[in-house]
């Protein structure tokens, strides 16, 4: 019996075992006992679904890691970066990460460290290889008509938020001040967190501090801290949020809000990396600063409300988060995420028609409303009119087609091929390539050997094959 389970399956012994059994009722358990003797082999664990991207003008390109993929400057890399070696390393999926291996590059750099021979990049992370960036990014495994990008908590189907996700990691590597714009709800303080975990601080501190949400009077003592008996009420000494963040990153939300005298105190301390206490003595920190705000800061400067000295302290990079209506795409997977039930599509529809002030956040709201009246299960599209109440609307004319003209222009100026960007649309092939025509007739897309086109702004650079 040993050596016939060298060469038949556990299953196929017990369907042998059942069927020399007959009727009787005992085959299935002479077929469990097989397969309890001789177990079937554990599957090796799936491999994450990745990609990474690599600049290519303005913008990210990306390329899917299924397999092992070479990074160098070679025409045959996979990954082409310019200063790099021609075969400089080697990127493997694993469950992880993305297992690196030098090729005799060298130069290699995850989040702000040096590599050896071998290291894990994960998603979120920056891979420097002679000093240019490539960011990995999660995929989920949603299928090719709706690739999920995930970056943190956060996650899209919008190319163009796919663009952002690269822009805050690489922002975060740097390690520079980072500000960060966007509307109420956008999600800027996951953003903010993701930068922060992309960092080479990301083991250190992380404290968040709404400057909306306290008192003038209070402000310079929370971001500063106080000594016992400093002012009414300092019953006992408190540290500032500067000495709570001291070796890893600071989040100051609604920055706009800050009076003149604070804002005179946060420039002295990004100048100096001092931080006087209020009531106590000159304390150095070592603190990353990332700011966010829903305001237009540079019309808070020329109003005289807000410091242009400080803003260019804080806006060494600068990340803008899109609206929620400027990513219907993420409508229903997001509702879908926050109810824990599929959405209809005759509901992304309806979704759709709402204008979303409140962003990600007044989804959520939405979201929990609808969580009450269901009970978990599936709304339905009268269930999910009620539940936004009156504010939706209908679509403007012609909305549709500018979305379907911008999805097709984004896709083929951040995929790999224009097969790749075809699928990544969830479009007939049709639908897809009469856009492209389009665009092609307006100048926006080149015409390119084998009559696929490419978006003009890479025809120096031959980025799609």
Avoid at 235 to 242: E, N, W
Avoid at 285 to 301: E, F, P, W
Avoid at 456 to 461: G, L, Q, S, Y
């Amino acid at each position: 019996m040993a050596a016939l389970a060298e060469v038949i399956s556990p299953e196929e012994m017990a369907a042998f075992v059942a069927a020399r059994r007959g009727p009787s009722g005992r085959g299935p358990r002479a077929a469990a006992a097989v397969a309890a003797r001789w177990p079937a082999p554990e599957e090796p664990a799936a491999a994450a679904a990745l990609s990474v991207w690599v600049p290519a003008g303005a913008q990210w390109r990306e390329v899917v890691v299924d397999d092992r993929v070479v990074v160098g400057s070679s025409a045959h890399a996979d990954v082409r970066l310019p200063h790099a070696a021609p075969r400089h390393c080697q990127l493997e999926p694993r469950p992880d990460g993305l297992c690196v291996r030098d090729l005799g590059g060298g130069d290699l750099r995850i989040a702000g460290a040096p590599l050896g021979q071998r290291g894990t990049l994960r998603p979120g992370q920056v891979l420097r290889v002679a000093g240019g960036p490539v960011v990995c990014l999660a995929k989920a495994p949603a299928g090719p008509k709706r690739p999920w990008v995930q970056a943190g908590r956060m996650g899209s189907a919008t190319p163009a938020m796919w663009q952002t996700f690269a822009d805050l990691a690489l922002a975060g590597e740097s390690g520079a001040p980072l500000l960060i714009g966007g509307e109420s709800g956008a999600g800027k303080e996951l953003a903010a967190r993701f930068a922060h975990d992309a960092s080479a601080r990301a083991d250190g501190p992380w404290v968040a501090l709404n400057c909306a949400a306290l008192p003038a009077g209070l402000l310079e003592a929370e971001l500063f801290g106080a000594r016992k008996g400093a002012f009414t009420g300092a019953v006992a000494h408190r540290d500032g949020a500067f000495v709570r963040a001291d070796g890893g990153t600071l989040l100051l939300d609604e920055l706009a809000e800050l009076s003149p005298a604070a804002q005179a105190a946060l420039l002295r301390v990004l100048e100096t990396g001092e931080v006087q206490v209020v009531g106590g003595a000159v304390q150095r920190v070592d603190v990353r600063v990332i700011a966010a705000t829903h305001r237009d800061l540079r019309q808070a400067v020329a109003a005289g409300a807000f410091r242009l000295d400080l803003l260019h302290r804080l806006a060494v990079t600068e990340v803008r988060l899109p609206a929620l209506r400027e990513r219907p795409r993420d409508l229903g997977p997001l509702l879908a995420h926050f109810l824990g039930a599929p959405v209809s599509a005759p509901c992304a529809q309806v979704l759709q028609r709402h204008p979303w002030p409140g962003n990600v956040r007044e989804l959520r709201n939405v979201a929990a409303r609808l969580a009450m009246r269901t009970g978990g299960r599936s709304p339905g599209p009268a269930e999910l009119s009620r539940a936004l109440g009156p504010r939706a609307a209908a679509p403007a004319p012609g909305s549709v087609r500018r979305e379907r003209r911008t999805l097709v222009a984004e896709l083929l100026a951040t995929s790999a091929t224009v097969s790749d960007a075809q699928r990544a649309s969830g479009l007939p092939r049709s639908t897809f390539f009469r856009y492209v025509r389009r665009l092609r007739a307006e100048g926006a897309v080149a015409e390119r050997s084998g009559g696929r086109a490419a978006p003009a702004c890479f025809r120096a650079e031959q980025t799609l094959s």
